[in-house]
């Protein structure tokens, strides 16, 4: 099987072969095929007075799982950093560092996968970078993306939007990606069916952003590392005016997640997902928002978890099923490396 | 010596710890304080019609060597990049990979070397992201930087630009950054004292684009890996209609990097540099704009060192220093891994 030398990072005719030979025939378009150090963009493209900016490295192990790859989570990824500013996502650059001796087979794998989100979601790559390392230096296969987007003019979120009463949503079913990643990488003795969420997160949320409740949107942020305890608990320590209560009854739980959480001793609160928002709105608002949402496949489990308070400042706290509260803290150690 | 664990890259506490204690140390500004998924940026910081977009991995071995170090080479080579399509370089996202077990003390070196050449070049990193990974998986840190910059109106540059006649520019002596690095891995038992040229080149380019010849430009390059053959090949492979003929003896190199091409044995056209642009401009304007760059410390020893042809069509010629022509073709093997 034809497998990645140094060679075809050293910019010389390698280099040359595999940005025309598989770069271009994955991810073809006018403003890639100029080939130059940047891509040229026409200010024209930004028809909104913000523009979202950002990147993430993506290194999963193993590069393949159930419910999709590195290629599908680097894309989707930048994708729902894009959104959660309230963004349209227009524009990515990707990067690969490809260990030395990688098969071609899996690397046009990822480049594929890459290439069927790009085109479903309507993305363009317009730029990139391939290195090669020695077999030591790196596992498989990294990426890094960065993405551009639009923000939409009716769209204000900021930490300091956040008030008490104002109601906390999660788009779905938690702790998917997590678990499935964890079982990849070992036998456990059990049978399971679980597999990553991993989704781009725009055609849900373009449902909220293009209707009348885009208005009432207070903060927005993809629940990944960390799971959703992270996300709420980075909120309250930005924002130290409010704190937040959940519902534990209201959690969206898929009931393999459950057993297998009760299983493992793993609460799904710190677990990772790859394709749920937690969105923070008015208390007007929130119902009809989880109305819109539920209509979609992506948002079906979406549920209303919570609420921002204006006790226990600073702090996450949770009703339990049995009614008593118990705070839900900023996870402290590494339950799973290598999990995006 | 505090080192890095796997659970700094986890999502939670350390993550945030690493964040606001680290990174906000060393790149504290009012975009990147909002700690959002994305920066959020105003279209008004865009005053021109186009906006440079890029992105570059950076797995340099050693990540410290004579004149710079990582962390100064992913900033200076995503602003050489947007400096090459004509822009000034203004937004820097940054996405780092640390191998677990790195100290502190070392990254704190790379993050305090990023934060001076922003401050110098007066870029911003408004958005970011860090991963650790297992030993095994990773060497030391590696950097993907991606950069938006804006294009000066005045610049136009294009493949479809070059014509016959037009001259070749290179803004200084070749080959430093390679022969820099190979010799920093090795013992070669001979003394040497070369320093890699890795620096911004806005500052030298920032000189003619706000000058007259400005218009006159016709492309430009940053030579890095592969050198100048790679970059010179890469031209008269996209544009089809012209050759390009080099002078020997006009070709810049110190006489350091002469003495160690000799003895080695390379050719120091193949070598990478990290502070060279090649540049292609109409005849008329060539020698004002040599002395244009002459004048600026970056640019002391820029040379004209040959012209675009009607002959040769696809190939890159040198009339060597005894009148023989010799073709420069397109690197083909690796000459020295993680260069850049």
Known sequence: MKQISLSYGSGGKLTYEFITQYILKYFSNPLLEELLDSAVIKKDLFSTDRIAFTIDGYTINPIFFAGGDIGKLSICGTINDLVAVGAEPKLIACSLII???????VIEKVLSSIRNVCETENVKIVTGDTKVVERTACDKIFITTSGIGIIKDNVKLGYD???PEDKIIVTGNIAEHGFAILLSRGSYGF???IKSDCASLYPLMKKIFDSEYAVELKFLRDATRG???AVLNEIVKQNKNVGIE???ENIPVSDEVKSI???LGIDPLYVANEGKMVIITSDSSAEKIVEILTSHPLGKNSKIIGKVTDTY????VMKT????YRIIDMPTAEQLPRIC
């Open 246 to 248: 959940l519902i534990e």
């Open 99 to 105: 260990q030395e001796g990688l098969e071609f087979e």
């Open 227 to 229: 799971g959703i305890a």
């Open 261 to 263: 959480s009760d299983i």
């Open 321 to 324: 099923l049995y009614g008593a």
């Open 161 to 163: 939007r956040i008030k």
């Open 191 to 193: 049978e399971y069916d």
């Open 313 to 316: 400042k600073g702090k996450v």
